[in-house]
């Protein structure tokens, strides 16, 4: 068994690791809430964009359409989003192991690059072959220290652009779905080339006029339909890193407060046993004496 003074900082360290933990759960608890209402405010925004985008596109033949268009599918290009730090749980495992099993398995037969938004993918992923260089988006990389509307405009129309230029034949993102704080869906959501919606809620009673026409409105919400959908990705990996972060924190905080239980129980244990080896030297030596 461990000496006293061993046991005291066993018990003094666990006792600062849980401050730092329980601290951390508390900042993140306050980040995911503003996380939570911007993805919150967005989600109806992006989801009607998509269903008017829907609703006109289903009644048109996309077949010219260059955000449409798709032959052989050769170069796949995986859009990567994780967190700059750690600390949160799977959060960032769970989109690293998706990326592998698309790599491996889905897109085995292409030629496959990986778009690491976020520090924790690109250290992975700038070890294999796999990993994307870009100069125009290595400023970006690292979008979650400042992450604005601006920024994820920017990384969408260079997206968009290696799409309509040939450099890609699909695009996919790949990031973690807030579903709620303590729960997060890792998703792989096509980007480029867009598909026609057939699914989209038509009111075939009634006869709409289009100013101006259905072609040109499509054309028109086809880049912002895709800067929106790139942005709210960001919003829902955000919120999750930030529920990941204060659900692991919560447990982290738990288990140090279970181990420094243990140890004080331990060194109580140690301490009596201590004192009663002093007790019985004592009562020996005066044993001793008297004899």
Not at 132 to 154: G, K, P, Y
Not at 244 to 268: C, G, I, P, V, W
Request: glycine share 4%; aromatic share 6%; with cysteine.
């Amino acid at each position: 068994m461990a000496n006293l003074k061993e046991i005291r900082n066993r018990i003094t360290s666990v006792g600062s690791t849980m401050q730092i933990t329980s601290a951390m759960k508390m900042v993140s608890a306050a980040k995911l809430k503003r996380a939570q209402d911007a993805v919150t405010r967005l989600r109806p925004y992006a989801g009607k964009l998509r269903e008017i985008l829907g609703n006109l596109s289903a009644s048109l033949d996309l077949a010219d359409n260059v955000y449409a268009k798709s032959g052989e599918v050769q170069n796949v290009l995986l859009v990567a989003v994780t967190s700059n730090r750690g600390l949160c749980g799977g959060f960032n495992n769970n989109v690293i192991k998706k990326v592998n099993l698309l790599i491996a398995q889905d897109y085995k037969d292409c030629n496959v690059k990986v778009l690491c938004l976020g520090k924790k993918v690109k250290d992975v992923m700038k070890r294999t072959p796999n990993y994307f260089i870009n100069d125009e988006l290595a400023s970006v990389e690292d979008i979650f220290s400042d992450l604005t509307f601006e920024r994820t405009t920017a990384i969408a129309e260079a997206l968009t652009t290696m799409f309509l230029n040939k450099e890609v034949d699909k695009i996919v993102l790949v990031y973690n779905q807030f579903v709620n704080a303590a729960t997060q869906s890792v998703e792989n959501e096509q980007f480029l080339p867009i598909l026609a919606s057939n699914e989209g809620t038509t009111d075939s009673g009634n006869d709409y006029i289009f100013e101006p026409a259905k072609e040109d409105l499509v054309i028109a919400l086809i880049p912002k339909s895709l800067k929106i959908q790139l942005f709210k990705a960001l919003l829902d990996s955000n919120a999750s890193e930030h529920g990941a972060r204060m659900t692991a924190m919560h447990k982290a905080t738990d288990n140090a407060e279970e181990l420094r239980k243990n140890l004080k129980l331990s060194y109580n244990k140690a301490r009596q046993a201590a004192i009663t080896n002093e007790i019985l030297e004592i009562v020996g030596g005066a044993e001793a004496l008297n004899s």
